[in-house]
């Protein structure tokens, strides 16, 4: 059983920082990519930032240079800080992962929870 649980969603001030955690646990081979989504209330699931397993990363265009995604291998998890935060970064932040589990070597993409960021005054 794998699982996936994010942490470190929260409100915060415009201009201010977050850091969100994500840690894959259970019985994994092999995590090849994570990444973050976000779904703003009322809209679609969009990507925001992802991480490939030799650590090349790509952004959303609307984080570039304030988001910065990071992976820590050794712990399986992956992290999203998040700088200058506007209130239109304001949704619903989910981690994925693309791994395979010892119970049957496929590669599968897992999903957390969802956390909530809100960029509010």
């Known amino acids: 059983q794998v699982q996936l649980v994010e942490s470190g969603g929260g409100l915060v001030q415009p201009g201010g920082s977050l850091r969100l955690s994500c840690a894959a646990s259970?019985?994994?081979?092999?995590?090849?990519?994570l990444g973050w989504y976000r779904q703003p209330p009322g809209k679609q699931r969009d990507l925001v930032a992802h991480?490939?397993?030799?650590?090349?990363?790509n952004y959303a265009d609307s984080v570039k240079g304030r988001f910065t995604i990071s992976r820590d291998n050794a712990k399986n998890t992956v992290y999203l800080q998040m700088n200058s935060l506007k209130p239109e970064d304001t949704a619903v932040y989910y981690c994925?992962?693309?791994?395979?589990?010892?119970?049957?070597?496929?590669?599968?993409?897992?999903w957390g929870q969802g956390t909530q960021v809100t960029v509010s005054s």
């Open positions: 259970g019985s994994i081979f092999s995590i090849y990519s």
């Open positions: 994925y992962a693309n791994l395979a589990a010892y119970s049957d070597y496929i590669r599968r993409n897992y």
């Open positions: 991480i490939a397993q030799g650590g090349d990363t």
